[in-house]
């Protein structure tokens, strides 16, 4: 069976559950599976996720609470994400599964990528952050876009295939060690390691659809008009699922923070869609999901705590060492 799937804590849940909805208005043949990297919250009323499956990630990495000491909670919640693509091929023999991120908004069946993955010598689905050079001056441009990878995790479909298989072991080993946001020491999440998978490994296929994975950091080669059956993007490809990263739900309108390309008074034609996505969070109780505290994250901060009080502990000792030892020194 092929299967769609989510990462995310309880604080993404309502975001969450509009990608799986409306990935589900689209493909109803899929599966779709919430993996949280959390624990569940008695405060939280889980009741609008009956429909889909739920998986805590401890039932999927019994060592997770260790992974927790070392990254923070983006971290985390990408470096599982080979982990679980192996679980899932291990309980589905011969299934796709198509990674969706949770600030992710579906309005189109998924055909092309569907054709690509029927292709014999087609293991593994990508799409590019964007498709033409950027020569407008401002940010981000091409440059500012290195450290982070080429390719858009946001977004990721396997096969089940042998060489898929090595993909995953070599991505989810790369992962336990350099998950790290350290864009100056050569590591961004998982995303900037999916630079190497042309490179490596046979059957990666870059989607150049212009209707897949469109966000604030390409619009400006693509255009959004609506039609009675749907978004166009430049009145040629129909819109497959908008990227709403870097939404603020208390300040919608402002496109990204980490632009300055675009405005919504220069660019009409996403105001509908953020108004949509909006409407569908406040629906799906974002403001209750969104006050979580993730339990990872407080072990994490905890950690980081003990650890730099520790390190001030060490620091002190030697000063005083380095202090006394200079004062006998001077006193001969």
Sequence with gaps: MNVAFTICSNNYLAKAKVVADSF????PDYKFIFFLVDTLDNNLDYAGLEKYQLIQIHEVMPNIEELALKYNIIELNTAVKPAIFLHLFKKNNGSTAIYLDPDL????EFSEVEEQLSKDDINIVITPHFCSPIDDGKYPSEIDFTPFGLYNLGFIAIKNSKESQRFLEWWHDRLMKYCFIRPDKGMFTDQLWVNYAPL???GVQLLKHLGY???NWNLYERIINETQNGYL?????RMKFFHFSHFQFDNPYVISR????HTIEERPDVLELITEYKNCLIANQQIVFSSSVCYYDTLYRQHQEALQKQNNT??????KKASALFNRVLGE
Aim: aromatic share 14%; net charge positive.
């Design 233 to 237: 993007i430049n009145g040629k490809y």
């Design 213 to 215: 994975n469109v966000a």
């Design 314 to 319: 060490i620091k002190k000792r030697i000063r």
């Design 24 to 27: 589900i208005l689209h493909h």
């Design 200 to 202: 490596f490994f046979e």
């Design 258 to 261: 980490h632009q300055n390309r």
């Design 105 to 108: 908004m579906i309005f189109d």
